[in-house]
């Protein structure tokens, strides 16, 4: 049996070559991995549900992680699958910020503070989805104009829209 508290080195490191390829730049010293995204660039990275809870360690704080109350990865890896499931709702990604592994904590992963929701529904209907006690800080619908050329993600399906929930 897997210890909940250890993160799969191997999907991680899977992830990691993703967001790479996504332009997250290289960082590294005997002790840390890390990746920053480029001063100019200040998007984070979106990668599945999948991607990004699969393999995680079950501890709080890879994804908003300055939650006072923090329910845990489980918890959020469940509230947006839902969120995922409704009919009003194309696609759910996570935005990953950073990377900073430290190579000695078998349960460093990398961190998001944002969510990317794909949808028809306006930020205000999409808020009142997360429950209280993880509710992000802002919901904002992300200009169709900059979506390629700035953010350099793919053109939402007819009538929905990239909206970014963001957690300070």
Known sequence: MTDPRMADREKLFALVEKLKAQGMKPKADDQWLTYYMQEEDE???PVTLEAF???????SGHIAANLIEHPG???FYELLKAIRAR??????????????IELADPS???YADTV????????EAVIKWFHKDIAPDEVDELPRQDLKTRYGFFAPPPGTKWLAAWWD
């Open 43 to 45: 998007r984070p990275r």
């Open 53 to 59: 809870f699969d393999g995680i360690a079950e501890v």
């Open 73 to 75: 990865e489980a918890a």
């Open 87 to 100: 009919e009003t709702v194309a696609d759910v990604r996570v935005g990953v910020s950073q990377i900073e």
């Open 108 to 110: 460093s992963w990398v």
């Open 116 to 123: 990317y929701i794909i949808t028809k529904e306006k930020p």
